[in-house]
Each structure stands twice: as C-alpha cells, then as structure tokens.
C-alpha cells in the first residue's frame, strides 16, 4: 500500500489538526531549540560590562555562553518536557485508538471475503509463478498503527536531537533524554497541572 493511502486512510481515524498539533509543536519548541536557549541569556549578565571590549571585534557568539543552571531547569520543566510530555500522550492515545477494533471499517467486508478467496483458491506455481502471490488490504487500524510507529520515531530522532543541544548549553547531569523525562514525570506531576 502506497504512503498516500496509508496516510490518507490514517486521516479518516486521526483528524489532520492532531498530526497538525506534533508537527507545529516539534517547530515551536525543538525546531528552534537554539533560539529558546539564546533567549535564556540575557545581554550582560553573563560576565560585567568592560570598557576595553569596544577596542577590539572578537564577537563570541551567543550560542557559546553557558546558560544559568535556573534558567535551564526552568526551561526544561515548564517548556521542553510539558512539550515532549503532551506529544507523547497525544502518540498514546492514538496508538490506543489503532489497537481498537474498528466496527465502522467500510472495507472489513471486502477485506474478509477477500482473505476467504485467497484461501479458497488453487495455486500452482509451476503453470503460474504469480499465482501465489496475494496482498491483503490493510485494515485502516492497521495503517494508524504504522503511521503512529513512524511519529514515534520521528519523536525519538527529535528529542535526540534537541537533548544533544540542550546538553551544550545546559548541564543534563550526564542523563539520556528518557530518563530525564521520567525523572520529571514522577517529580514533577505536581509543577504540571
């Protein structure tokens, strides 16, 4: 089955404002994860103002200054993980909904009278080298299910990404991005509400 119908089927079960809401949520937060922490900093408060450095044009570039360790926690609590924790419970609820049986599939019909044939029917690869082939469709729970597995691992693959950046500028304490997350899911439930 084409990636067009796959999504086009997957769209009947998931409305587009939900797979809408991970993608404008990944740019708000993670596509622009270096522009969030240049924001952290504010200009001269990282080191005092010295009449000398207007002699000479060495720019440090912002995105090299250390970002203060409450600024970081900050961000982390109440931007980064929020973002990360409702996009997941927004993958949750649609993985639940593409292992629920589907009583409102119009193809569940020709699909099952379709494996009956497929059964039903003689093959004989030596007259027919074809003959034995034969494609299920696939139930539109089915192509949820696969595209919720590839949100997934877009999320992996961005959280990554963005826990990488956010580890140059601000201490992880040396902790892979799962397990800071957790750490704030089971410590900070109360900070979410």
Known sequence: MSSSTTSSIAHKL???PTLDFLR???????????????????PG???PFDPTSTTSRTPRPIYKRP??????????DKVLFPSWQSRSDVLNYCAGVATSPDPDDPEHVLRDTEDLRARERLVDERLDPYSGRYFPREARTEALAYLIRNERMVENIIRQRTWGIVGERCENEGMEFERALDVWRHGGEEGRS
């Open 24 to 42: 404008i949520s990944r740019g708000t937060v993670d596509d622009t994860i270096s522009q969030n922490l240049n924001a952290l900093v504010t």
């Open 67 to 76: 970002i203060d360790g409450q600024s970081c926690r900050l961000f982390k």
């Open 14 to 16: 998931i409305p587009s």
């Open 45 to 47: 408060t990282s080191a």
